[in-house]
């Protein structure tokens, strides 16, 4: 025979030993988690107030040399950052694009296909326009961030960030 | 002597306990339903932040206030003692 | 919190029956204006002498442990509250185990009704109410020493009833050789 039987533990009468908590108290917490997330919904909605078309101004980096890129090349570069890979593109002799290397899906790395002309996400056959990132199949959500590239003589520098 | 006599035997069905129970499963309810809509909300809101389309910030976040709002009233209204 | 050393006093024979206790109580609008302390006849046929009657915020309170549906609690001071308005189901179980016939089933609210040492005044450094309007100091809310100072009876907490012991946070007034309180249920109950 037991010293205190289980339902004396599962509702003691001191308030300090009760642990239980009561549907009037989880359904406040609910209300708070509610106000939290409107909270976070506003900073989200203030954050794109406060930019201007989704566009980033990050330090000019040289990716690249018009030289040592054909037409119809891609190469793999990062910016603004050392775990940002992004995808230099030369689609004709004087036309360059440079769009983030992680598709929008699932972050997985897309390569250029120059037979369809495409950006080519291999984990869940994702396709990106070349010319602007564009989703033009697939389960992508967004449009790939693209990158800002100047060309200075033969140098070519990255310059900024849309999206 | 004492309260003891107080005690007159009343019918065991009670109406007003029942109405409490229900009214506090039906606003649990309603708020687990607003509380997903508010992540829905949410989550398009980010969406939207993320692929530089601003057009659906504004609106999610208005959506999400009405939810609050909508919460807040109906905890209030279990929590006003009657 | 309520201040440890405070503490409350009952001394039945300094009652005078003047029902201030009673009237004060019933106008606190948290218990909707029913008093939760009432006044007892010893021996109507013999005296006027009257006892007050409030709760004994029992150690080990009988009330707590017989209800069905866990609506009567303890807060950490040692006050044991009255039933919960979400919980209670007003089965009388309390009223029924009170040793000292001190819960109360009220019809109008379906509810059981008792006094809580008015923990919205205590816990903010305040005298309960019948304390504070009592004109005899036969309710007395205050630290030992100085009950023990002004007074010549000595407070004790332990009331025998057959085999059990129950010990109570409220303090009744005692001649000084009185150890503990053997209450004579049966005689009580002729």
Redesign the interface.
């Known amino acids: 025979m037991p010293d205190s039987p289980a339902w004396k533990d599962d509702f003691p009468i001191a308030w300090t030993d009760d642990h239980f908590v009561t549907r009037r108290e989880f359904t406040k917490s609910l209300v708070l988690v509610s106000c939290a997330t409107f909270a976070a919904n506003v900073a989200v909605s203030t954050l794109g107030a406060l930019q201007e078309s989704g566009q980033h101004r990050y330090p000019e980096t040289q990716v690249a040399n018009t030289t040592t890129l054909a037409v119809g090349g891609s190469r793999v570069f990062y910016y603004p950052g050392p775990h940002d890979p992004c995808l230099l593109v030369r689609i004709d002799s004087e036309s360059f694009v440079a769009f983030s290397q992680s598709c929008t899906h699932l972050g997985c790395p897309v390569h250029f296909q120059s037979e369809t002309r495409s950006l080519y996400c291999p984990c869940h056959e994702g396709f990106f326009s070349v010319e602007d990132g564009r989703v033009l199949a697939g389960p992508p959500p967004r449009p790939l961030a693209r990158i800002l590239i100047e060309k200075r003589g033969q140098e070519l520098w990255a310059t900024g960030k849309i999206g | 002597m004492g309260y003891r006599e107080d005690r007159i035997a009343h019918t065991t069905d009670c109406k007003h306990c029942t109405n409490q129970m229900a009214s506090i499963y039906a606003v649990m309810l309603c708020v687990f339903i607003l509380l997903f809509l508010q992540f829905l909300m949410l989550t398009a809101a980010l969406e939207g932040y993320w692929g530089g389309k601003q057009l659906f910030v504004l609106p999610t976040a208005v959506a999400s206030g009405i939810c609050c709002a909508l919460a807040c009233k109906l905890i209030g209204y279990v929590l006003t003692p009657r | 919190m309520i201040d440890p050393q405070m503490e409350f006093f009952i001394d039945p024979s300094r009652c005078i029956g003047c029902q201030a206790c009673y009237h004060a109580c019933a106008e606190c609008e948290t218990h909707r204006g029913i008093s939760m302390i ?1 006044l ?1 006849y010893v021996d109507r046929t013999e005296s006027p002498q009257t006892v007050p009657v409030v709760c004994m915020h029992c150690e080990d ?1 009988a009330c ?2 017989v209800c069905p549906a ?1 609506a ?5 001071d040692g006050v044991v509250q009255s039933a919960l ?2 919980r209670c ?2 089965c ?1 179980n309390c ?2 185990a009170c040793p000292f ?1 001190v ?5 109008d609210f ?1 509810q059981m009704m008792k006094c809580d040492m008015c923990y919205d005044r205590t816990s903010a450094g305040k005298r309960p109410m019948c304390a504070t309007v009592c004109p005899s100091g036969a309710l007395a809310y205050g630290s030992r020493d100085q009950i023990e100072r002004q007074r010549q009876m000595q407070a004790r907490n332990a009331f025998v009833f057959g085999p059990q012991i129950v010990r109570t946070k409220v303090q009744m007034m005692l001649p000084a050789e009185e150890g503990e309180l053997e209450m004579d249920v049966e005689a009580f109950m002729q």
């Open positions: 009432h007892e309170p707590a442990k866990d009567i609690k303890k807060t950490s308005k979400p189901i007003g009388s009223v029924l016939g819960p109360r089933y009220v019809m379906d």
